[in-house]
């Protein structure tokens, strides 16, 4: 077990990623909260998100920016190296194709710093988990 030295929460992994302190209330806060050199890319993210989502509210849901309608839609999080896409295990399976290029698991795929955001990619599957069902 590995403690953060910062928030005192005990995790599986060394020097797990994770959200030290409250958790922020608006996506425009969480943000704001992350390092300055990768806010950028989150706010792309949020703008292609809300583009694609336009009728579903916006809340912090396991500390991440979410987009619900009755349900997690999709969730979003900056990490060190990438931005984090939650759309769930279904989704991973029904564009399994087109993520090729990317790391997914489960539920989650991995959007490195260094290449630009498929932007059509992520509004395809954020509009087919909202039209469909299957969520994050």
């Not at 390092?35 to 509210?57: F, N, R, S, T």
């Not at 489960?106 to 509004?123: M, R």
Request: glycine letters at 6%; hydrophobic letters at 30%; charged letters at 20%.
């Amino acid at each position: 077990m590995w403690t953060c030295p910062k928030c005192g929460r005990s995790f599986k992994n060394q020097n797990q990623d994770h959200f030290c302190g409250k958790t922020p209330e608006t996506i425009d806060a969480y943000i704001l909260e992350q390092p300055e050199d990768i806010q950028k890319y989150l706010y792309q993210m949020h703008g292609i998100l809300q583009a694609a989502l336009p009728d579903v509210q916006e809340r912090i849901s396991w500390s991440m920016p979410t987009y619900w309608n009755q349900h997690n839609i999709v969730h979003f999080a900056g990490f060190k190296k990438h931005i984090g896409f939650y759309p769930g295990p279904q989704a991973i399976e029904m564009f399994e194709e087109r993520l090729k290029e990317y790391k997914t698991s489960k539920g989650a795929i991995q959007f490195p710093y260094n290449k630009p955001l498929p932007a059509e990619l992520i509004t395809e599957i954020a509009k087919w988990c909202n039209d469909t069902g299957n969520h994050a």
